[in-house]
């Protein structure tokens, strides 16, 4: 579909509301997608980035890969973190997925 196609008038003359006519459904589903998919996930986006900035020593984290372990050091770009054998690994902070035994929601 070429433009001029899009913005040829209807036989009979439907001016301006048969255009806005045309594109309303489009504009409705890009309505409810936002609310319903980019609000909430912005809303668990941002709560997210408040825990990780929040993480201190003693903190008990699941990782993205599934790795629960718990923090033992914080330092500006990653986290030392303790897994259940006792090895020491180091993360990035972005790679922390949650708290452990924080309850997920879902919207």
Known sequence: ???AFLLQQPPGG???FG??????PFILIFGVFYFLLI??????QKALQELIGNLKAGDKII????V?????????????IRT????????TRSAVAGLQGEETKTV
């Open 1 to 3: 579909m070429t433009l």
């Open 14 to 16: 439907g001016g301006l």
């Open 19 to 24: 255009s806005i006519a045309t594109f309303l």
């Open 39 to 44: 609000v909430p996930q912005r809303k668990r």
């Open 63 to 66: 990782t993205t890969g599934g």
């Open 68 to 80: 629960i372990a718990t923090v033992t050091a914080v330092r500006e770009t990653s986290l030392l």
């Open 84 to 91: 259940a054998d006792k090895s020491i690994l180091e993360v």
